[in-house]
């Protein structure tokens, strides 16, 4: 492994946020500050890569002053902000001031499949579309604000399961059928199309690269669940923080790979400026 690397090598960061970057029972990111400093002042894209939706994400990236590309709901979309890269590859089309690369068919299309297995499951699911905000509120604890924003999908749907774990799994097994992934996040199922974080971490590091083929990219994810599985395998490096209420998720990989001691953005903090000086130990923290 190259010491010093942080000098020349492309330096990515893509993180999780529920778990990892924010604390998972208030959602605050304070504890991550000194390392999100260290990464803006060292030019370093930090790439947010969750399951929440676009409409979640863009708030938290302006309290943070982030301007770099993010990833939505599981990895369906990749949201490129104008003057974020370079060159914008071909399989995008504008959106915004930026643009999008989807990876999955609409949320609509999952809708249609919930209300189709409501006969055989009944009572033993809901889902964000039938909660509305008072549901999703109770569910989560986050704010009517929040929980509306998070209603606001495009591609993804969450579910809550009620039933027993036979159950569920029949039930994972029917949608599947039906051609989507459906991953277990901290709280909800997620109901998507194929694609997951990992697939969309590939495709924009290859972007990145193709900016500069010259350069050794030296990327970290960062994650806390098994939905951030995928991810965690596909990067160079992985951070894996540490949950209060759950295992950490298995992965195959064991070369590079951190396992915090501290629970979400105080792990995320102290791993990233770990990761930091292992590639470039000269750099001051």
Avoid at 30 to 43: C, I, K, N, S, T
Wanted: proline share 7%; with cysteine; hydrophobic share 40%.
């Amino acid at each position: 492994r190259p010491r010093g690397a942080g000098m020349s090598a492309l330096l990515l960061v893509f993180s999780d946020l529920d778990g990892s970057l924010l604390d998972h029972h208030s959602y605050s990111f304070q504890a991550a500050l000194p390392a999100v400093e260290a990464l803006r002042e060292r030019g370093i894209p930090l790439i947010l890569c969750s399951s929440k939706t676009r409409a979640e994400i863009e708030p938290l990236r302006r309290q943070l002053g982030n301007r770099d590309p993010f990833i939505v709901e599981n990895g369906a979309a990749v949201f490129l902000p104008a003057g974020s890269l370079q060159r914008i590859p071909p399989d995008c089309r504008p959106e915004g001031d930026g643009w999008v690369r989807e990876f999955a068919p609409p949320r609509q299309r999952w809708l249609l499949e919930l209300a189709r297995l409501k006969a055989e499951y009944g009572a033993q699911f809901t889902h964000f579309e039938v909660m509305g905000v008072e549901g999703v509120v109770a569910a989560t604890g986050l704010q009517p604000e929040a929980a509306t924003r998070a209603l606001q999908r495009d591609y993804s749907e969450p579910v809550l399961w009620q039933g027993d774990d036979a159950g569920r799994e029949a039930f994972a097994a029917a949608l599947s059928t039906a051609g989507a992934t459906v991953l277990q996040g901290g709280r909800f199922l997620s109901v998507a199309g194929d694609c997951d974080k990992g697939a969309a971490l590939r495709w924009l590091r290859n972007c990145y690269q193709r900016e500069d083929p010259a350069r050794d990219v030296h990327d970290l994810a960062i994650g806390d669940s098994a939905n951030d599985s995928a991810m965690l395998e596909s990067a160079r490096h992985a951070l894996v923080i540490r949950s209060p209420v759950h295992g950490f998720p298995p992965l195959q990989r064991q070369e590079n790979t951190r396992y915090s001691e501290e629970f979400g953005p105080a792990g995320w903090a102290r791993g990233v400026l770990e990761w930091l000086q292992h590639l470039d130990p000269y750099s001051q923290e």
